[in-house]
């Protein structure tokens, strides 16, 4: 049976994910969406797997991320967001970006590197507008959409 690089055949010959070494999720800030990514990506996918969370610009934190995530148990890895040049390491074998700045940005940071890029659209709930948890909702949406990504990308390994 053929396989793409993205899976391997396991005992029973059916096909599960290739986990990578080092993830990184980019968005436009670093604030909101790649957030959520990496705070879920640690808490679904095995520790020996390196994740991170950058933005093409540095934003500022956003309370309305710490709600949502406290409502599933979790709490981000990073208190302040960060720019790629920021990071600690810059070396990952996957970049998952949730925005078009962000996937511009990794194509052409990657340009001559061997890193595969994926481009996950994700809506910026900061668009949303209305009371509160309406606003809410939207950043749930998000958070629902970037879990359910990441299980269906990298199976539900943890």
């Excluded at 990073?78 to 996937?103: M, V, W």
């Excluded at 900061?126 to 749930?140: C, E, H, K, S």
Aim: charged letters at 25%; one cysteine or more; hydrophobic letters at 35%.
């Amino acid at each position: 049976m053929p396989h793409g690089p993205d899976k391997l055949p396991d005992e029973h010959g059916l096909e599960k994910p290739v986990l990578p070494g080092a993830v990184l999720f980019i968005c436009g800030l670093n604030s909101i969406r790649s957030p959520i990514a990496e705070t879920l990506a640690r808490s679904l996918l095995p520790s020996k797997v390196y994740i991170a969370s950058a933005g093409v610009e540095k934003g500022e934190a956003d309370p309305f991320v710490d709600a949502v995530l406290e409502e599933v148990g979790l709490k981000k890895a990073s208190a302040q967001p960060r720019t790629f040049e920021e990071l600690e390491d810059d070396y990952f074998d996957l970049i998952i970006t949730l925005s078009p700045k962000a996937h511009h940005m990794a194509l052409e940071l990657t340009r001559t590197k061997s890193v595969h890029v994926e481009y996950w659209p994700t809506p910026d709930p900061t668009l949303v507008r209305g009371r509160r948890n309406q606003i809410l909702d939207a950043y749930r949406d998000v958070r629902e959409n970037l879990k359910h990504h990441i299980l269906e990308r990298f199976g539900s390994t943890g």
